[in-house]
């Protein structure tokens, strides 16, 4: 099993609809969650961190759920600029490492 | 200017020739990481390293060396470039000392082809 694993899609969707994303991770011991967005042959860039309360970063809001181990990214309104990868990312066995581990991504395309 | 570049951005090689490819930073960063991105695996931890004399394998270092020549370089070499080590390469970096050490930076990748 992979330790963080995401519906990899594609998603296509119209301009304004919303759309989530789902993901989960193995290690019941991870910390810190994040959302990293990846342009089409372009590195990854964080979008957001995850936090134990939800966090919300205009039309974006990101949801963890530790008991089930599961991590979510919706997107309000899509625009056409929204077309991208989204990589879901949990830290390492040891926290105080800065490993990470990325899952594999969900791409997105957002159509006019 | 970018803060995390790497050279060359893109290569092609033949089996059995070894290749360099090379990361600096202006961030000041201490920790770099090197990671390779193939379809469907998602990006992959090949080195990590904490200051210049702290280097750590990651999950696939297996036919990978790194120098940490310094605190701005980072290379990783291929001794003997295998098809299989075709991907999309990239460096990053991350500060401990900020409050979200988690957040890595990344260069903008190499496309290494070995054919």
């Known amino acids: 099993r992979k330790e963080v694993e995401q519906d990899p899609g594609p998603f296509n969707v119209p301009e304004g609809a919303t759309v989530a994303f789902n993901c989960t991770y193995s290690?019941?011991?991870?910390?810190?969650f994040f959302w990293y967005r990846q342009d089409c042959r372009k590195e990854p860039k964080l979008l957001m961190s995850?936090?134990?309360s939800g966090n919300e970063d205009g039309r974006f809001t990101a949801q963890l759920n530790r008991a089930s181990q599961y991590i979510s990214l919706l997107i309000r309104d899509s625009k056409l600029s929204d077309s991208a990868t989204y990589l879901c990312?949990?830290?390492?066995?040891?926290?105080?490492?800065?490993?990470?581990?990325f899952g594999q991504g969900t791409t997105l395309q957002v159509k006019p | 200017d970018a803060d995390v570049t790497q050279t060359p951005r893109n290569r092609i090689t033949k089996t059995g020739k070894r290749i360099m490819l090379e990361c600096s930073q202006t961030?000041?960063?201490?920790?770099m990481y090197w990671y390779r991105q193939d379809p469907g695996l998602g990006l992959r931890l090949i080195y990590y390293?904490?200051?210049?004399?702290?280097?750590n394998k990651g999950e696939i270092s297996d036919g990978y060396s790194v120098s940490r020549q310094a605190q701005a370089k980072f290379s990783l070499s291929l001794e003997s470039a295998i098809p299989n080590q075709t991907a999309l390469y990239f460096c990053?970096?991350?500060?401990?000392?900020?409050?979200?050490?988690?957040?890595?930076?990344f260069g903008p990748g190499t496309r290494l082809t070995v054919l």
């Open positions: 995850v936090y134990s």
């Open positions: 990053a970096t991350s500060d401990p000392d900020r409050g979200d050490y988690n957040e890595q930076f």
């Open positions: 990312v949990v830290n390492g066995r040891s926290s105080n490492t800065g490993k990470l581990i």
């Open positions: 961030k000041g960063h201490d920790r």
């Open positions: 390293s904490f200051d210049v004399k702290d280097i």
């Open positions: 290690n019941s011991a991870s910390q810190s």
